[in-house]
């Protein structure tokens, strides 16, 4: 397994490097201290398996530095590891497409946890923070009423508990035998019907109603 760590402190990549370690046998890391360092690594090595990188570093100007990350790289998963602790930064890293989240203050097990995840083809990001997120704003995002009575279909329901027990659309395309753009044709219908602005909306809505055992 090949994977890129990049992160300007070398405390965090070593701290990441030792878990990693302990999670795969067969491991080839590759280390980046900023984000043109990152993109010639994966430029390099286009077979890399995983991404582990930081919102905040030289030259990587957070989600457009995701966005451009993402455009260069679009099959290489990426996990977001980041000071950042607040719903937001978590929900429009979702939307870019990463597959996890972890904050940088997580203990050593709440970490080892989340790359489990990740590397089990899982979804990982820290429940605990959208859990406050829910609590703080009294569920509205879960309660906003049907747009013109419509209801939501079956197909439509299993989407949002795949999305709130940490399903990617790729392994929810799977899983369902459709294609990745049925999926996402499902969750701009939840979209309209729910009255929810964009996908990170769709998340959090899927997050507080179907929320369960994917999340960090």
Same mark, same amino acid.
């Given at each position: 397994m090949k994977i890129v760590i990049a992160d300007d402190h070398w405390m965090v990549r070593e701290s990441l490097k030792q878990v990693m370690r302990?999670?795969?046998q067969s491991i080839d890391i590759h280390e980046a201290e900023?984000?043109?360092?990152?993109?010639?690594t994966l430029a390099l090595h286009p077979d890399v398996? /995983?991404?582990l990188i930081d919102l905040v570093m030289p030259g990587f100007d957070s989600f457009a530095g995701l966005r451009r990350l993402r455009k260069a790289f679009p099959t290489v998963p990426v996990v977001i590891v980041s000071v950042h602790e607040d719903v937001e930064h978590i929900l429009r890293s979702l939307e870019q497409g990463v597959i996890g989240y972890i904050p940088k203050s997580a203990g050593a097990p709440e970490v080892e946890r989340a790359l489990e995840r990740v590397?089990?083809?899982e979804v990982s990001f820290p429940r605990k923070i959208i859990e406050r997120s829910a609590m703080a704003d009294g569920g509205a995002k879960a309660a906003l009423p049907p747009r013109d009575? /419509?209801?939501l279909t079956a197909r439509e329901i299993e989407v949002l508990k795949a999305l709130g027990q940490g399903r990617s659309v790729?392994?929810?395309a799977t899983e369902h035998a459709v294609?990745?753009?049925t999926v996402?044709?499902?969750?701009r219908n939840v979209m309209k019907k729910r009255n929810l602005g964009d996908r990170s909306a769709v998340v959090h809505y899927a997050l507080n109603a179907y929320g369960g055992a994917g999340r960090g």
């Amino acid at each position: 397994m090949k994977i890129v760590i990049a992160d300007d402190h070398w405390m965090v990549r070593e701290s990441l490097k030792q878990v990693m370690r302990r999670l795969e046998q067969s491991i080839d890391i590759h280390e980046a201290e900023s984000f043109g360092e990152a993109a010639r690594t994966l430029a390099l090595h286009p077979d890399v398996d /995983l991404m582990l990188i930081d919102l905040v570093m030289p030259g990587f100007d957070s989600f457009a530095g995701l966005r451009r990350l993402r455009k260069a790289f679009p099959t290489v998963p990426v996990v977001i590891v980041s000071v950042h602790e607040d719903v937001e930064h978590i929900l429009r890293s979702l939307e870019q497409g990463v597959i996890g989240y972890i904050p940088k203050s997580a203990g050593a097990p709440e970490v080892e946890r989340a790359l489990e995840r990740v590397l089990a083809g899982e979804v990982s990001f820290p429940r605990k923070i959208i859990e406050r997120s829910a609590m703080a704003d009294g569920g509205a995002k879960a309660a906003l009423p049907p747009r013109d009575g /419509l209801e939501l279909t079956a197909r439509e329901i299993e989407v949002l508990k795949a999305l709130g027990q940490g399903r990617s659309v790729k392994r929810i395309a799977t899983e369902h035998a459709v294609s990745e753009q049925t999926v996402r044709v499902h969750i701009r219908n939840v979209m309209k019907k729910r009255n929810l602005g964009d996908r990170s909306a769709v998340v959090h809505y899927a997050l507080n109603a179907y929320g369960g055992a994917g999340r960090g």
